[in-house]
């Protein structure tokens, strides 16, 4: 009988003994798993995302964002069930262009609180988005784009805030100053994990766009329409360019020194390349985007010297510098935070001092 209940312990001995290994390799199988998979978050479940560069495909690995909260991190069953099922858009541009009103925008988009921040109330978003719009007379591009942008970002359960800047007076514009302008402001008020920069008259045409952040700077607008839906260049940046905020920081943020239309991009391109960082692009069926009309501005022609600089210059010429911008105005309105501010010009330094016209 002992002998018989000495053997009995010993068989439940080995047993238990087993369990932490198959916990251990249950466990160890199911992160490795994981580690290779991300996903869009999206009404109809699990889509897997493999992301594509220029060169190939790569596999982009499920990011979180660290938080003091103890709430959960948000889950594809999260979303709300009255967004419609992932996948590309149908849309009519032109009527919108006639139709659509900042007021219009704004009753669709309710749960936006004033300054253009949402966030979602059941659970922590994996990604705290800083949305940089770079703006100058196009109103109407405007309140389209915030009519598409503000949707898609909560369908995806993305913690965001929208940046509107504008460069002070009729001079020339200068896209890189005011867009490290708006990040130093954004930045200096609240933590975020990536800065999307997002052109004003580009809609998205597929809802599974990933607007979360990235583990490398992704570019987005792969496939625009003005371009028959064709990448013109395997460096291209601009459009729709998303990336952790340290990566942007660590390249010093975009070239100061580009005056007219062009080459800001291509030199944080280029300054991408030089910190050993790779541009990362969703599928191209599903990176598309439409383009609304504009005048076309005349391409700066002084661009392609400053280009061959980008490596020289990148590491005092960007966001630590001083006295290339003043701030004029901040002020939350009800879909975005306006931002003013005066850039000077190639022969005149900001002046923190200019008059600003009433709104």
Aim: net charge neutral; hydrophobic share 35%; charged share 20%.
């Amino acid at each position: 009988m002992l002998n018989a209940s000495f053997s009995s312990l010993s068989r439940l001995f080995k047993v238990l003994m087993c369990i932490p290994i198959v916990t251990i390799f249950v466990v160890s199988l199911y992160t490795s798993s994981e580690g290779r998979r991300s996903f869009y978050l999206n009404a109809v479940g699990d889509i897997q995302l493999i992301e594509r560069t220029t060169s190939g495909v790569i596999e982009n690995n499920k990011t979180t964002t660290p938080s003091m909260s103890s709430q959960r991190m948000c889950l594809p069953s999260d979303l709300d069930t009255g967004h419609p099922a992932a996948g590309a858009l149908s849309f009519d541009l032109n009527s919108e262009m006639k139709e659509w009103t900042l007021e219009s925008v704004r009753s669709n988009n309710s749960q936006v609180s004033d300054g253009g921040s949402w966030g979602p109330s059941e659970c922590r978003s994996q990604s705290r988005l800083l949305l940089i719009i770079p703006y100058r007379d196009r109103q109407q591009h405007l309140v389209v784009l915030l009519g598409h942008l503000h949707p898609l970002l909560r369908q995806q359960l993305i913690q965001y805030t929208v940046y509107v800047v504008e460069q002070y007076g009729n001079y020339t514009f200068n896209k890189g100053r005011i867009m490290n302008a708006a990040y130093k402001e954004a930045t200096s008020k609240h933590k975020f994990d990536c800065v999307l920069f997002h052109d004003v008259d580009l809609v998205p045409e597929d809802s599974r766009i990933p607007y979360s952040c990235p583990d490398q700077p992704r570019h987005l607008s792969v496939m625009i329409d003005k371009f028959n839906y064709v990448l013109p260049y395997g460096y291209l940046v601009g459009g729709a360019f998303i990336l952790r905020t340290e990566h942007f920081e660590k390249v010093n943020g975009y070239p100061n020194d580009y005056w007219g239309w062009g080459g800001e991009d291509d030199d944080i391109a280029g300054r991408l390349s030089h910190s050993s960082l790779s541009i990362t692009r969703p599928p191209i069926e599903i990176a598309r985007y439409k383009m609304m009309n504009h005048a076309q501005r005349a391409w700066n022609a002084e661009s392609i010297h400053l280009l061959r600089q980008t490596q020289h210059k990148m590491t005092v010429d960007g966001l630590r510098g001083e006295g290339y911008h003043a701030t004029l105005s901040v002020e939350k309105k009800p879909l975005f935070t306006y931002m003013l501010v005066d850039v000077g010009t190639e022969n005149r330094p900001p002046n923190a001092t200019a008059s600003v016209p009433k709104s």
